[in-house]
């Protein structure tokens, strides 16, 4: 929606003055970030809570936990890999070219998103077998990437917790060639309520909207799953892998051990 501002030019140095509107952009955006954080909170509480056990479970049967997204929606994975409060099992599952903004140029990481057959060569060169989890983050899930991802994963006996907007199910087309959403796919779907386009913000002096929250509700999520999942471990008197901050006293001895003791199913540090 628009605020009705005029253009007004830039809020400091040589510019032209601000308009009340530009002033109070920053609020709006938070606004609009924290009414998305209550709806995942509101909305999402028992997927979160279900998501959480299927992760207690993997952890307490031995099992490994992996994190998967493309382009952007990777930060949010890498976001719970070797994370100080974390749990120390989760790796990153990468796919090289697609890890954020890794490959130059970068509009040719989208493009691996759409390569068919990419996910399966990516998992069979995995240390992913049956009985783990695999966490898939992908805001619209609408491309090959994830989509296979997920169909893959849960054919060699993973479980799949997807983490998207189904709004795009909705809204969007499938760029799979079965026609299906990463939704689709998963054992368990938590909505992340991001709106088609991932921008909150307009204003009539701005030819398109902007102001993205997808990477912080997804984060956001990730968290909270990984919290959910620690306290459920502690229910079932089992002591989660959890890591340390490295920059307290007694946190990189307090790692050293971790590593030790669960060597085998932490490989970020191979």
């Known amino acids: 929606m628009s605020d009705g501002t005029r253009d007004g030019g830039g809020t400091g140095g040589g510019g032209g003055a601000s308009t009340p509107g530009d002033r109070d952009l920053s609020g709006r955006y938070l606004d609009a970030a924290i009414g998305l954080l209550q709806r995942v909170r509101d909305e999402e509480a ?3 809570t279900a998501a959480g056990e299927l992760i207690a479970d993997a952890v307490a049967a031995e099992g490994r936990l992996f994190a998967f997204g493309a382009g952007h929606s990777s930060l949010a994975a890498q976001d719970v890999v070797y994370r100080a409060g974390g749990l120390a099992l989760m790796n990153l599952l990468s796919v090289p070219g697609v890890v954020g903004v890794d490959v130059m140029p970068a509009t040719l990481g989208s493009a691996l998103e759409r390569v068919d057959g990419l996910a399966g060569a990516v998992l ?3 240390p992913a077998r049956s009985g783990d989890v695999l966490v898939i983050i992908s805001l619209s899930g609408r491309n090959s990437l994830p989509v296979e991802m ?6 060699i006996g993973l479980k799949v917790i997807g983490v998207t907007s189904v709004a795009y199910a909705t809204e969007t087309k499938s760029r799979h060639v079965s026609g299906t959403f990463l939704k689709d796919h998963c054992d368990l779907v938590l909505d992340s309520k991001i709106a088609v386009g991932d921008a909150e913000l307009t ?3 701005v030819d398109a909207p902007f102001g993205p929250a997808s990477t912080m509700v997804a984060s956001a999520l990730m968290q909270a799953m990984m919290a959910t999942a620690a306290a459920a471990l502690a229910a079932r008197g089992i002591q989660p892998p959890l890591l340390r901050s490295a ?9 050293g051990r971790v590593f030790i003791e669960y060597g085998d199913r932490i490989f970020y540090r191979h």
């Open 46 to 48: 028992g997927r979160i």
């Open 124 to 126: 069979d060169s995995s």
């Open 150 to 155: 997920a169909m893959n994963a849960r054919a």
């Open 203 to 205: 204003l009539d002096s």
């Open 247 to 255: 920059n307290v006293d007694g946190g990189h001895d307090w790692n």
